[in-house]
Nanobody, 122 residues
Framework: QVQLVESGGGSVQPGGSLRLSCAASDDTRCIGWFQQAPGKEREGVAAIYTGGGVAYYADSVKGRFTISQDSTKKTVYLQMNSLKPEDTAMYYC??????????????????WGQGTQVTVSS
């Protein structure tokens, strides 16, 4: 059983930045970030292969968000720049131990963190 712990959420003004962290308790093949705004379905934001390489970015965050990792710490980061009010959501990290599951569909991830809130507002 892999445990995931997120941190780094908070409140920021439009145009600001935040960095989310997701620490895994064990090895995985892929870690992804998802966002869920109130009243909306959970959507994939970005994912990274823990062996190296970015799997994808959602179109809505390309050029603004960067996913990266520190393999020695089993930690994945989501650097969020130029934040917009529409980025406001609960952000979850998720992990899969099956490489081909790495992508934007939440049903393919076996393990989930508890979520961290990101609020972008003036």
């Amino acid at each position: 059983q892999v445990q995931l712990v997120e941190s780094g959420g908070g409140s920021v003004q439009p145009g600001g930045s935040l960095r989310l962290s997701c620490a895994a308790s064990d090895d995985t093949r892929c870690i992804g970030w998802f966002q869920q705004a109130p009243g909306k379905e959970r959507e994939g934001v970005a994912a990274i292969y823990t062996g190296g390489g970015v799997a994808y970015y959602a179109d809505s965050v390309k050029g603004r968000f960067t996913i990266s990792q520190d393999s020695t710490k089993k930690t994945v980061y989501l650097q969020m720049n130029s934040l917009k009010p529409e980025d406001t959501a609960m952000y979850y990290c998720a992990a899969t131990v099956i490489t081909r599951n790495c992508g934007p569909l939440d049903r393919y991830y076996e393990y989930w963190g508890q979520g961290t809130q990101v609020t972008v507002s003036s």
